[in-house]
């Protein structure tokens, strides 16, 4: 009987230890912490909207995000600016902050804007995290 059982385990641990790791895993190459908030001052919060890539999920537009980070290779300065975006000239500050990791490497960017159609106009769906 003891036999049995120190095979089972014996299988058990195996079996754990190929099975393939989960998508929302701690071990996820690619996510970043998402704020945007009013004005030049970047958020001191700790909570914000995650953006998971490994599949996409976690963000209303998660899809289009990650294939504008995608393209960008995980830099957010190099997404490419829509084409006829048409922004007012309105002075309404958002500063934009992203934290995490694309394919392993950290990132870490914050950015203020001169209006929130100004920041999706050049960096995508990334930080469009209405709920519109």
Same mark, same amino acid.
């Given at each position: 009987?003891?036999?049995?059982?120190?095979?089972?385990?014996? !299988?058990?641990?195996? +079996?754990?230890? *190929?099975?393939?790791?989960? &998508? $929302?895993? %701690?071990?996820?190459?690619?996510?970043?912490?998402?704020?945007?908030?009013?004005?030049?001052?970047?958020?001191?919060?700790?909570?914000?909207?995650?953006?998971?890539?490994?599949?996409?999920?976690?963000?209303?537009?998660?899809?289009? !995000?990650?294939?504008? +980070?995608?393209? *960008?290779?995980?830099?957010? &300065? $190099?997404? %490419?600016?829509?084409?006829?975006?048409?922004?007012?000239?309105?002075?309404?500050?958002?500063?934009?902050?992203?934290?995490?990791?694309?394919?392993?490497?950290?990132?870490?960017?914050?950015?203020?804007?001169?209006?929130?159609?100004?920041?999706?106009?050049?960096?995508?769906?990334?930080?469009?995290?209405?709920?519109?």
């Amino acid at each position: 009987m003891r036999t049995v059982r120190a095979g089972l385990l014996a !299988a058990l641990v195996l +079996l754990a230890c *190929a099975a393939p790791a989960r &998508p $929302d895993a %701690p071990g996820e190459d690619s996510w970043l912490l998402l704020t945007v908030t009013q004005g030049e001052t970047p958020s001191t919060a700790r909570n914000g909207t995650t953006l998971r890539c490994d599949p996409p999920r976690g963000h209303r537009h998660a899809a289009e !995000a990650c294939a504008d +980070l995608t393209r *960008a290779n995980g830099h957010i &300065p $190099d997404i %490419p600016p829509r084409e006829n975006a048409i922004c007012p000239m309105l002075y309404a500050p958002v500063t934009a902050q992203a934290t995490g990791q694309w394919q392993g490497h950290p990132i870490t960017y914050t950015h203020t804007f001169p209006n929130p159609c100004t920041m999706t106009a050049q960096t995508g769906a990334v930080f469009t995290l209405d709920e519109t």
